[in-house]
């Protein structure tokens, strides 16, 4: 793994997993998710992790229209590096999820490297009033949903997305099993190194939130990409702050978000996502580690530049 003193730090915003409901923080019209981007980007954020929202109910929105209705106000206020989804939720067809990386062409996008569980029903206890009427069976039903990423979309998402138009990846792993096959997708020549390994953990249906587990993703890791690739980290909810922490004692960068985590302390619930980015960043520093601005972040991943993408 490249190590370095200086410090990723992703954010997303966004909350796409979430919905309004659970927080009345959570950015949903276009002039929210600008704004939230940039006071992230400003705290000290060098890559903004983006999901789209539908602005009339909340509801996570795979549309280009929709990206595009905030994406050019973030890229003329900062130089943040702007990494668009293209995991949007399960009850999105694997076609719409590709929708915004098309249209946008960005410089770094997501992408899941394999099928996965991804159960949030539990969240759905803690809210006492649904603000829209597809919130409750959207949460509840997660527990019957499998977000499907096949060999054959990974591949396709590869040649369209990062072959068609220089966009690299934040190859996100809920498994070790991604590994294996990011590694295998490497060993095919689909995609070329620096390799942006994004661990994620906390999720019902991915590995829990135990270091031990992050701890043995970066051996693998390392055993398969040796200094190809740049590792990172985050778990959902309460584990947000000490896996980001832990990954940065590990040599790794970090993300942030109300995506991943509604909370700033325990029972508090984080007012922006700007609020976690400066925490991280506080603990950062007082690690003995750097900040990476957005022109490292781009030399580090080896990035086309925001002058070649489409907004």
Known sequence: MLRRDKVIITCAPTGSIHTPSMSPYLPVTPAQIASAAIEAAEAGASILHLHARDPV???????????MAFLPQIRAATDAVINISTGGSA???LDDRLDGARATRPELCSLNMGPLIFDFSGAGSRVDHWQHDWERDYVAGSRGRIMYNDNAYIERIMVEIGQGFGTRFEFECYDIGHLYTL?????LGLIKPPFLIQGVFGILGGMGPDPRNLVHMVTIADSLFGDDYVFSAFAAGRHQIPFCTQSALLGGNVRVGLEDSLFISRGELAQSSADQVRLIRGILAGLGKEIATPAEARATLGLKGADLVNF
């Open 57 to 67: 109910d909340g509801r996570p929105s795979p549309a280009a229209e929709h990206f």
């Open 91 to 93: 009850v999105m067809s």
């Open 183 to 187: 590694a295998h997708f490497a060993d």
